[in-house]
Structures are given as C-alpha cells and as structure tokens.
T-cell receptor, first 115, second 116 residues
Framework: EAQVTQNPRYLITVTGKKLTVTCSQNMNHEYMSWYRQDPGLGLRQIYYSMNVEVTDKGDVPEGYKVSRKEKRNFPLILESPSPNQTSLYFC????FGAGGPYEQYFGPGTRLTVT | AQTVTQSQPEMSVQEAETVTLSCTYDTSESDYYLFWYKQPPSRQMILVIRQEAYKQQNATENRFSVNFQKAAKSFSLKISDSQLGDAAMYFCAYRSAGQGAQKLVFGQGTRLTINP
C-alpha cells in the first residue's frame, strides 16, 4: 500500500530535550516536505527536499533541522524544543517535475506538546 | 508571496443540503494549481479536488465541484447532497507551476458541521 508513515503519532516532551520525528514513504517520490498546523493559521511549510542531499527552508524553519540521506526518509529534528513548537506536524511526499500538479501524499500527523 | 484566504472559520449545513465554502488567493502568476483538502477528525489530509489554472472548465468530483474565477482569484468549493461523513475541516491550497512549486500554500481552514 502506498503510504507516508510518521512516528511517533503523539509526543509530549520538555523544553530543551532533543527529539526526532521520523517520516518515511514507499512511493519512490523525489519530493518530501514538513508542515506544521496551528489553529487559525492552516498548514505552513517548515522544510522541503527535492531529492537526496537536497534540502531547503520553507516559511517557518527556525528551531528545526532536517536531513535527506535516503530517498524514502526525511526526519524532522528539534534540537532544543520550545513551547512555541507545540503543534501538529505533517510530512508529505510527491513526484516532482514538469507535468504537475502531482498530488502530495500526507502522513497521519504527529501531535507534539512541549512543556 | 502568494497568500490564500478562507474567510469562513466555521460553516454548518443540514444533511442533504448544498453548501459552498469560499476561498480567495493572491498571486501575480498566471500558471498555478488550486486544491481543496479535507481533514476529518482522524487528522488525515485527504485531497478532495484540484484545478489547473489554465483550464477554464470547473473541476468536479462526484458531489464536489468548484467555481474557479481566475480574474477574481476566487476558488469556492460546493458540496451537494451533504452527508454526515462530509463533516471536517476543509483547506484551500495553492501551488505555483513555476518558481515556488516546491510548496503548498494553505488557507486558514473552514470547519464544516453537518446537522442531521
């Protein structure tokens, strides 16, 4: 089954404790992205990757890191989480290139609470 | 930068009736794509319908259709014969076909309630 998986689905942590949210897709997609969803703001892009070892900032990258060492995986790293990073996080993937719009497939979301 | 605005934070409709969700966007581009996503309580993001800006014909998918007004930069979603399963948060989204194609720009969302 074609899918994007995220782990964990729920996480409660404390300020300053490093954490990683994993994202994996099995569709051989070049493009992957992280979004955060906050009430009244919709979804905003954090980082994206066009292919292995190619990543770039989205609209709200502060406090986050990513890496793309393998095509299928795109982990989101919070080196020192703060309460303003409490949010719902989505990973997405799609094909990319001329001939779009390729549908973005979303993971199930990760609910993060930083106390 | 492109922006997407959904001016209706909440909407409600009687089951079997028709409801229209509004979306406007701001862009200087001529080629782009527009989407409506549904987010039920499960939080999963589900693509409902898409529209290519170069196509004049409005997209339809079963009970879902759009009214795409390119000059007015408006992209509303009409749900006909509303069902209880349509209750969800709905997001309008924009994607450039050129520079900036690497991201979806989302509106704030409209929470739709279906009254039985």
């Amino acid at each position: 089954e074609a899918q994007v998986t995220q782990n964990p689905r729920y996480l409660i942590t404390v300020t300053g404790k490093k954490l990683t949210v994993t994202c994996s897709q099995n569709m051989n997609h070049e493009y992957m992205s992280w979004y955060r969803q906050d009430p009244g703001l919709g979804l905003r892009q954090i980082y994206y990757s066009m292919n292995v070892e190619v990543t770039d900032k989205g609209d709200v990258p502060e406090g986050y890191k990513v890496s793309r060492k393998e095509k299928r995986n795109f982990p989101l790293i919070l080196e020192s989480p703060s309460p303003n990073q409490t949010s719902l996080y989505f990973c997405a993937s799609s094909l990319f290139g001329a001939g779009g719009p390729y549908e973005q497939y979303f993971g199930p979301g990760t609910r993060l609470t930083v106390t | 930068a492109q922006t997407v605005t959904q001016s209706q934070p909440e909407m409600s409709v009687q089951e079997a009736e028709t409801v229209t969700l509004s979306c406007t966007y701001d862009t200087s581009e001529s080629d782009y794509y527009l989407f409506w996503y549904k987010q039920p309580p499960s939080r999963q993001m589900i693509l409902v319908i898409r529209q290519e800006a170069y196509k004049q014909q409005n997209a339809t998918e079963n009970r879902f259709s759009v009214n795409f007004q390119k000059a007015a930069k408006s992209f509303s979603l009409k749900i006909s014969d509303s069902q209880l399963g349509d209750a969800a948060m709905y997001f309008c989204a924009y994607r450039s076909a050129g520079q900036g194609a690497q991201k979806l720009v989302f509106g704030q969302g409209t929470r739709l309630t279906i009254n039985p």
